[in-house]
């Protein structure tokens, strides 16, 4: 059973340009979270998604940043007009539904560097 | 509202020596408490979660944790440290009817030393 599946593992983008970061929750699990990490400190939810249905938003920056589930695909996070302060590892995380409490399996995380 | 301080920023101690890593929380309920550990450019791996059952929680690789709610501590302990070991661990506790909205510590960073 593949775990949770980020891609791609880095990704450089020059200030202004778009960053787009792919994630497949594991086989069965229906909600998918983001969270960021930024150097030496702990992660930052930003966003819980279901399927095309986005259940908690209270972490997301307000400009430039969304992030949608759809029916078919992965979760994909999007990142327009980048800038310095943007370079984080960004992880997904799912669970299956049903279960409030069950622990967050993690993706190994998109490093993303702004230059 | 919800908060986990990692008392301790880095923790060094000599393989087959007990470890010990600090957690604190604020909870205004019944938290749900983790401990994840990340290896270098790796993801985030569970070691073990406390959901108010027993209050010494068993998890991977030897590590355990004991919740105590008189000191609202939640500390990672194992009894003999191996250089595998080596990563950063984040003390983590979740909202109330939902794991939605994780809230992390800092992180400890355990090296581990022949």
């Known amino acids: 059973n593949a775990g949770v599946m980020q891609n791609p593992r880095h990704l450089v983008r020059r200030r202004g340009q778009e960053a787009r970061l792919r994630c497949s929750p594991m086989?069965?699990?229906?909600?998918v979270y983001w969270y960021r990490q930024l150097p030496e400190e702990g992660l930052k939810f930003m966003v819980y998604?279901?399927?095309?249905?986005?259940?908690?938003e209270s972490g997301m920056p307000k400009e430039r940043f969304s992030a949608e589930f759809p029916k078919e695909g992965p979760s994909i996070l999007r990142i327009q007009q980048v800038v310095r302060g943007d370079s984080a590892a960004y992880f997904c995380?799912?669970?299956?539904?049903?279960?409030?409490?069950?622990?967050?399996?993690f993706g190994n995380g998109t490093r993303l560097t702004v230059t | 509202a919800q908060s986990v301080t990692q008392l301790d920023s880095h923790v060094s101690v000599s393989e087959g020596t007990p470890v010990l890593l600090r957690c604190n929380y604020s909870?205004?309920?019944?938290?749900?408490l983790f401990w994840y550990v990340q290896h270098p450019n790796k993801g985030l791996q569970l070691l073990l979660k406390?959901?108010?059952?027993?209050?010494l929680v068993k998890g991977i690789n030897g590590f355990e944790a004991e919740f105590k709610k008189s000191e609202t501590s939640f500390h990672l302990t194992k009894p003999s440290a191996h250089m595998s070991d080596a990563a950063e661990y984040f003390c983590?506790?979740?909202?109330?009817?939902?794991?939605?909205?994780?809230?992390f510590g800092t992180g400890t960073r355990l090296q581990v030393t022949l």
């Open positions: 995380a799912s669970s299956p539904p049903g279960q409030a409490n069950s622990p967050l399996h």
């Open positions: 086989k069965g699990h229906s909600h």
């Open positions: 998604l279901q399927k095309e249905n986005i259940i908690d």
């Open positions: 909870s205004s309920y019944s938290p749900s």
């Open positions: 406390y959901t108010s059952a027993a209050t």
């Open positions: 983590v506790v979740s909202g109330a009817g939902t794991a939605s909205k994780l809230t």
